[in-house]
Structure formats: C-alpha cells, structure tokens
C-alpha cells in the first residue's frame, strides 16, 4: 500500500518560504506515490500549551492533530529557524500532540528541511528539533536539507532556481519513502 507522510511547515505566513519548500518535497513524495497528509498551523488553530487546558481535557486540534499523526508511517517538517530554535508554533503542535495518549510520534521516520534568508539555512533549528523528536521515539533521516539565501532561491512559480538542490530534495523524499518501506 501506498507510503503515508503527514507534512508540516513551521512557518504560518502565506509567503512563506518554508511554505514553498514543503510544497516542492509534497510535490515529489505524491510523485512517488505517497498519500501525503498537509498540516496547516494556519487552519488548524492551536491554543497555547497549558496544563489547566488539558486538564479539561485535549482542546479538539490537539486531537485531530494526534489523530493525523497516528495514520502516517512518516514525518516531512519544513520549518524556519527562529532565534536559533525551534518556531514556537511548531514546538506548541509538537507538545500538544505529544500529550494526551500514547505516543504518536514513536518508532516513525522524519526528515527534516528548513529554508532561511541567512547564510546558515536552519541548521541550528533543525538540530534542535532532532532532539525533540528523537526524545519522542522517532527515528531521523541523517540529512539536513538546508536552503540558505532562501530570498534569493525560488522561482516565480515556486520552483528552487538550482537544480542540483532540486536533486537533494528529491533525494530526502525518496530517503523517507524507503524507510517507511523498509
Ligand atoms: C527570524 N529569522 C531567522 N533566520 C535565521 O536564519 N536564524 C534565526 O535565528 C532567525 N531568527 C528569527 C526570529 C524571528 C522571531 C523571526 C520572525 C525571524 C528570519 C527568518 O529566517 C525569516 O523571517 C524567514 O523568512 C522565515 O521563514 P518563512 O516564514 O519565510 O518560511
């Protein structure tokens, strides 16, 4: 049956560059046969974590974001670094679906990508994610597909100008995929 990847970008705005390069790696992971599962943080409108909340009981998006997860084999993240971390949108989806049940991230793959106006393309962010997540139980693809000058990096149309990075990205995809696979 067909690989099933839940994908998420860490940044909200409409002009994301984060946005644009999830986009590209859905693009591909469809291309392979993958049934891909689009998270927007936009649409799917999280409170901030707060004990008293979930003492309450998990707020309906931290369900359904538990559930979205449970159903994929795999994880595609594409998220920018903020102050050198981890977007707080993110690490709050990431802590409320952490919670609340059984461990929804454990024993599955991720790969990660992040894209930044800076010289050094969210590799800070993405070695701290590679902590959260591995604390999780989940299982991280060793690269870390960075695109830096992020501004300066995509087309009109989206599409990534270089070419060869556009073979990397593809390559990430296909690391997943055949993880999931086995
Ligand atoms: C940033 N930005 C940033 N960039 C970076 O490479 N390292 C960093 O530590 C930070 N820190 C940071 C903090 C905050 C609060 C913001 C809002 C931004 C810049 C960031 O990479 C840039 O805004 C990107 O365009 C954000 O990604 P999206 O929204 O284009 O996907």
């Known amino acids: 049956s ?8 860490g940044s909200l705005r409409t002009g994301s560059f984060n946005r ?14 993958a049934e891909v599962d689009v998270v927007d943080l936009k649409v799917l409108v999280l ?6 909340i979930e003492a309450q009981g998990l707020p309906p998006p931290a369900v359904e974001l538990r559930e979205r ?7 595609l993240i594409s998220s920018p670094e903020y102050n050198a971390s981890i977007p707080g949108s993110l690490k709050n989806a990431i802590d409320w679906a952490s919670r609340g049940g059984p461990n929804v991230f ?9 894209a930044s ?6 590799v800070r962010m993405q070695a701290h994610l590679r902590q959260s997540l591995t604390h999780l ?41 055949a993880r999931i696979q086995g």
């Open 69 to 75: 997860i449970s159903k994929a084999q795999g994880l």
């Open 106 to 114: 454990k024993g599955k793959w991720a790969a990660l990508a992040g």
């Open 20 to 33: 644009k390069l999830l986009a590209l790696l859905v693009e591909q992971a469809r291309a392979k046969g």
């Open 137 to 177: 139980g989940m299982n991280l693809l060793p690269d870390q597909f960075l695109v830096s000058h992020a501004d300066q990096a995509f087309t009109e149309e989206g599409r990534l100008k270089d070419e060869s990075r556009l073979k990397s990205l593809e390559g990430l995809v296909t690391g997943l995929i």
């Open 2 to 9: 067909a690989p099933r990847i839940i994908a998420i970008s």
């Open 117 to 122: 106006p800076g010289m050094f393309g969210t």
């Open 47 to 52: 409170p901030i974590y707060d004990g008293d």
